[in-house]
């Protein structure tokens, strides 16, 4: 059975290449977790543009392992399996890494998993937290990605309970930063403004939230829509915005919403563990507020450390192994990249 996995994300602004160790007992640990984040070139336009991201990945890649590798202190030899984001994601960024990892395993002579983005993020909390419990609930919040999954096994059995029908909850952070002319991505600036402003100055709506509305689905655009309406109204007035309390009211509804949706999905299903991952994971008040109505809901609550919730290659190689650790069948060479991707097929 491969030991050493490597793994290589690039699905969106991020290169990651990440190194981890299978134990016989199926246990993983992570030896490197090397990131290169295009993040600043993509700052001037206030969102993510897809050409830039792929160039990045290529002047990325080869750095960012050689870095990796070094950190390990590994060689290229020493790997025995190789695991890459091949969806969901942006079609050009993600060729770059799946092409990097053809190329790995061709020169290498060894086995090539594509995996599943979204599965990477759950089964990074293994690399904290050991294994996860079978079921788990897992919630991911991302810039791109709100989803509420029931995972029976992270390497081969994840269901989608819910998922947003709008803008993606780090979306509407993003948006609203800018409406509040606040540095792109808009996550830890609004995170910051928040923590010095009141939550409750401001009564945004939580979206989907009435009882006619899915149980497990989110939506964000009429929250984002609200704030900005709140902001135009009060320019007209002439009044000053109070940014810090605009702030902490939408990071309030945000984090009201997740965690109400979270913790129901939860009990109407037994499920005694939560896992929350992605990006906006590392949000302070989503994490307090989870944390709160966990304990009094008597469920379980898992955060990976700010550095694993972000897109890395680490996640993709703790997948890699677990799916490696279940005897599932390698790719062929000839996988392509598939920007649309389900969360349901965990490996192609």
Request: net charge negative.
């Amino acid at each position: 059975m491969p030991r050493i996995i490597m793994g290589i994300e690039s699905s969106c602004d991020e290169t990651g290449v990440g190194l981890v160790r299978l134990h016989d007992d199926g246990a993983v640990e992570l030896l490197a977790d090397e990131v290169a984040s295009s993040v600043a070139l993509h700052a001037r336009f206030g969102g993510v543009v897809p050409e830039v991201a792929s160039r990045a990945h290529l002047e990325a890649m080869v750095p960012t392992a050689e870095r990796a590798f070094a950190k390990a202190g590994l060689r290229l030899s020493d790997v025995d399996a190789i695991a890459v984001t091949a969806g969901p994601g942006l079609a050009g960024a993600l060729l770059v890494g799946v092409s990097a990892a053809k190329a790995y395993s061709a020169a290498l002579g060894i086995p090539l998993y594509g995996v599943n983005h979204l599965a990477g993020h759950i089964a990074v909390d293994t690399l904290q937290h050991g294994p996860l419990p079978s079921p788990c609930l897992a919630m991911l919040v991302s810039g791109g990605h709100t989803q509420l999954l029931r995972v029976d096994d992270v390497a081969s059995s994840i269901t989608e309970l819910g998922s947003t029908v709008d803008d993606a909850a780090g979306e509407a952070y993003d948006k609203v930063a800018r409406l509040l002319e606040l540095p792109y991505p808009g996550g830890p600036p609004i995170d910051k403004a928040a923590a010095n402003g009141d939550p409750k100055a401001i009564a945004f709506p939580r979206g989907m939230t009435g009882p006619r509305d899915a149980r497990y689905d989110f939506s964000f655009s009429g929250l984002k829509t609200a704030v900005a309406r709140w902001v135009e109204a009060a320019e007209r007035r002439g009044e000053k915005i109070p940014v810090e309390d605009v702030a902490a009211s939408f990071q309030e509804a945000v984090a009201d919403v997740l965690t109400m949706k979270a913790v129901r999905a939860a009990k109407d299903f037994g499920i005694g563990t939560l896992v929350i991952s992605g990006g906006v994971a590392a949000n302070s008040r989503l994490s307090a507020l989870a944390g709160e109505r966990c304990a009094a809901a008597g469920i379980e609550l898992r955060v990976p450390r700010p550095g694993l919730c972000t897109d890395n290659g680490a996640m993709i190689a703790a997948l890699g192994a677990h799916v490696v650790a279940a005897g599932r069948p390698p790719s062929s060479l000839e996988i392509s990249a598939n920007p649309s991707l389900p969360v349901t097929v965990v490996s192609v």
